[in-house]
Each structure stands twice: as structure tokens, then as C-alpha cells.
């Protein structure tokens, strides 16, 4: 291990294992270290088993359940746009040909106490129960001129600069009505609070403009993808990749310090009493606590079921989303579900996430109106954990910390983090202007 690398990274959770992969596509000496046996570290995916003894404390889950290894329970679980960012990034780095996807079937919204599917398109906008007559041709006028706006043809802006009218002000151009404006802003255009709302439009149109891409792009009920046996695979595709391209990796190495000089500049990493040197580290806020803060916590349930969520069309695979003004919440709440359809559970069961950011200290309470969205569930387990954010200066230190995934089920915050972190450490912005339709594996 006494060796020198450009790079050492910390922690096999999903951030650094990308990271790591696009470091090591790009020419540089990565050693890869985990202070576990296992990739994934937050993210990482757990059988019944692994799962029963972290939430239960016991060895092993009943019987009933099925066998413990046809269980692939997600810690983070997360859908991905079918046209969003991760997914170039995964052509980008030629690492589909390791993975396999599978369209998520539904997306789902909660307004006025009940479950609708999200309409996405001006066809949808007509067809949708969410919103009376008038309301619908008003969203389908708005959807249209989403689904028509080019940058770079003023033809179709109708006299309006959207890098600087308010998304508020473009909706109120349009007479929208106060549910419309959110699920819209929530479930299509996937904002975590109303802030957007008095930012500049051109961010949101942007965003409507990926969801009916994405939903465009396998025909399906959804504009998402996800990974068969889940999102554990990811981290070991990336890992995968980088060792194709001379990465170093070593899971179980304990303790995990790094080194500094009197500057304060990252020098290396010990563990065991081996030191590897380095110029840059990249890692999980665990590996540096005193380099990081909180921001929050997250709350979350996960429930086993041997039913579809009910009023989502039996769909084996779904995203609800529950905006903050539903719930006379501070922010949105989540519930994901996925099933045997994506190979993370036996035959007949379906695994259930409800995520919110936590407002108090029960997890049980506050998840209420989302767990009462599921139906009658086998088991269920809570959990909260703490959040936080690098208070560091990168260009002072060349420490580069990940912050904490947060409580959404989409990829969209997580692949922003990991852009900026890889514009940091290499200077450069990552092009992913790549041919979509070369993902091929993804579309079954």
C-alpha cells in the first residue's frame, strides 16, 4: 500500500464510486479504500438477512418471508430519468454494459387526499382527474408551450425572457390553479419546496421538458429506469470500471485517517499502519466529521408487502409523491416501491420506502400520511439519520466530501453533487453530450 496515487478515495457509497470510475476513465492513479466489507457504503443494498439484523438486532428473518437472498433492499433507493443526467453519465463511461434496466411503471402524485397518476404531456393534461375542465385546457395550453420552448428560438417564447420571469409570473400567464401549480412543480418538474417558484422559470421548464422526455422515451407510465437486483449493482459497476482503467481497490481496511501537512494539505491515508500517498481525497462526510456539518435528518420506512400500492394501477414498480402543501409540511415526502418485476424481492412481495426530511423527533407520526398510502403491510422498520455538507475550502485543503443523500427517490440532487465534486477535483466540466439511444440495455 506504501505507494503514491493522484487520488484516494473514501468510501464505496454511490458518489464515490462514480467518481472514482470517471477519475480513473480519465487517466488518473486511483486508489479506491472502504473502512467495510461490502460496496455501497450508505447506499448500499441488503438482503433480508443483513436487513432483519440491522433493524431487529437478530440473525435471521422468518421463514414466511421467503428465501433472505432474493431480497435486494436499498438503503437510498432512488429512480433514475430515463433521460436525466446519471443515466449519461452511464453511457458516458460505457458502464450500461455492465447493468440492466427495466422501465419503472407509475408516477404518482397525492393532491386533494388522494393518489393521481402525474400527467406529463398537453394528451395526459385533457385525459387527468386532478383538475376540472377549464383547469385542463389552461395545464394543457402550459404543457404546450413547455413542450414547444427552444433557447434559441424566440418564436416559441412567447415574449418572455425565462432566465429572468419568476416561474410564479410564467404560471400565472397561464391562469394555472393552486394544485396544478403543484404537482407541476413537485412531481414533474421534481423541485423539493416552493422556493422555485420565485426563481427564474427557465430551471422548471427545463426540468418538465426532461420528465416528458424521459416519459417519451420507453413509452412506459413513467419517465423513470431502475437497475434490476436495484441500485447495489451501481456502486460495483463503477468499481468495475475503474479497475478496468488501473484503479486500486481494498474493502475492510479499518480506521481509514488521513494525513496532513503543516499546511493543512491532504498528504495520504493510513490504515493498518501503512500510509498511501496523495494529493487529492475524495469521500463521505463519515471519514472526515471534523470537515463537515449537519444540515438535517431524514426519516424514513420501509415496508415489505405482498401487494402493489393500492390506486397506482397494480404497478410492480412506483414513485407518489406527496407535496409539502398537501401535508401543511415544510418539505415533500416520498414513497417508493419496487418489487419481483425488478428482481429486489421473491416472487409476490414488494418493498415499500416512505422518506421525508424530518420535522420532529418521531418518525412514526410524522410518516403517517404515507404509510397510510400503502395498505396492509408484512413488516415495517423506521430509521432517521443525520445529513450533512462539507464546510471545508477544497482549493485549501484538496479534501473533496460528498453531502448526505437526501429523502427524494430520484437521482436529481445526488448526480448535481457528484458534477460539481468532479468539476472541483479535475477542473473541468464532464461533457455528457452523448447519444441516448446507445443505451440500448436499458430499453426491455
Known amino acids: 500500500m506504501d505507494e503514491e496515487y493522484e487520488v484516494i478515495v473514501l468510501g464505496t457509497g454511490l458518489k464515490e464510486c462514480i467518481l472514482s470510475g470517471l477519475l480513473s476513465v480519465d487517466g488518473i492513479k486511483v486508489l ?3 473502512r467495510n466489507d461490502h460496496y455501497g457504503g450508505e ?22 418471508l421467503g428465501s433472505s437472498r432474493d431480497y435486494n433492499v436499498d438503503m437510498m433507493p432512488k429512480f433514475m430519468m430515463a433521460n436525466g443526467k446519471l443515466v449519461r453519465v452511464l453511457i458516458h463511461t460505457d458502464v450500461t454494459k455492465y447493468l440492466s434496466f427495466k422501465a419503472v411503471d407509475g408516477s404518482y402524485v397525492f393532491v386533494k387526499g388522494k393518489v393521481q397518476k402525474v400527467p406529463a404531456t398537453p394528451m395526459e393534461a385533457l385525459k387527468s382527474p386532478l383538475m376540472g375542465i377549464f383547469e385542463k385546457r389552461r395545464a394543457g395550453k402550459f404543457f404546450s408551450y413547455v413542450q414547444e420552448y427552444d433557447e434559441k428560438d424566440p418564436k416559441t417564447h412567447d415574449g418572455m425572457d425565462l432566465r429572468r420571469v419568476t416561474t410564479k409570473d410564467l404560471i400565472a400567464k397561464f391562469g394555472l390553479g393552486e394544485d396544478t401549480i403543484d404537482f407541476i412543480g413537485h412531481a414533474v418538474a421534481l423541485h423539493c419546496n416552493d422556493n422555485h417558484l420565485h426563481q427564474p422559470a427557465y430551471d422548471t421548464v427545463m426540468r418538465m421538458k426532461l420528465y416528458a422526455e424521459s416519459l417519451a422515451r420507453f413509452q412506459g407510465g413513467s419517465p423513470y429506469i431502475y437497475p434490476l437486483y436495484g ?3 451501481l456502486p460495483q459497476a463503477f468499481a468495475r470500471l475503474s479497475a478496468v482503467y488501473g484503479g486500486t481497490y481494498m474493502l475492510n481496511k479499518p480506521e481509514c485517517k488521513v494525513e496532513f501537512d503543516e499546511e ?11 500510509t498511501a500517498k496523495c494529493k487529492k481525497v475524495v469521500c463521505d462526510p463519515s471519514y472526515l466529521p471534523n470537515k463537515v456539518r449537519k444540515i438535517g435528518r431524514v426519516a424514513r420506512a420501509i415496508a415489505i408487502m405482498s401487494h402493489p400500492i393500492p390506486n397506482t394501477n397494480d404497478s410492480h414498480s412506483v414513485q407518489v409523491i406527496l407535496p409539502q402543501k398537501q401535508l401543511g409540511r415544510k418539505s415533500d415526502m416520498y414513497v417508493f416501491c419496487c418489487s419481483y418485476s425488478h428482481n429486489v424481492a421473491p ?8 422518506s421525508t426530511d ?14 397510510d398510502l400503502l395498505g396492509p403491510v408484512d413488516e415495517l422498520f423506521f430509521d432517521i439519520y443525520d445529513r450533512y455538507e462539507p464546510v471545508n475550502e477544497p482549493t485549501l485543503d484538496n479534501c473533496f466530501i460528498s453531502t448526505s443523500y437526501d429523502a427524494t ?12 465534486m468532479y468539476k472541483l477535483i479535475t477542473g473541468k466540466e464532464l461533457d455528457l453530450s452523448v447519444d441516448l439511444n446507445a443505451a440500448s440495455a436499458a430499453e426491455e
Open 32 to 34: 479506491h479504500m472502504d
Open 43 to 64: 447506499s448500499t443494498s441488503l438482503n433480508l438477512n443483513q436487513l432483519w439484523k440491522k433493524f431487529r438486532g437478530e440473525e435471521k428473518a422468518p421463514a414466511h
Open 231 to 233: 441500485l447495489g449493482e
Open 264 to 274: 493543512g494539505k491532504v498528504t495520504g491515508v493510513t490504515s493498518e499502519g501503512e
Open 347 to 354: 416472487k409476490g412481495k414488494f418493498i415499500a420506502f416512505v
Open 358 to 371: 424530518a420535522e420532529t423527533d418521531n418518525p412514526q407520526t410524522e410518516l403517517k400520511p404515507g404509510i
Open 409 to 420: 427517490t430520484h437521482f436529481d440532487t445526488t448526480v448535481v453533487d457528484v458534477l460539481n
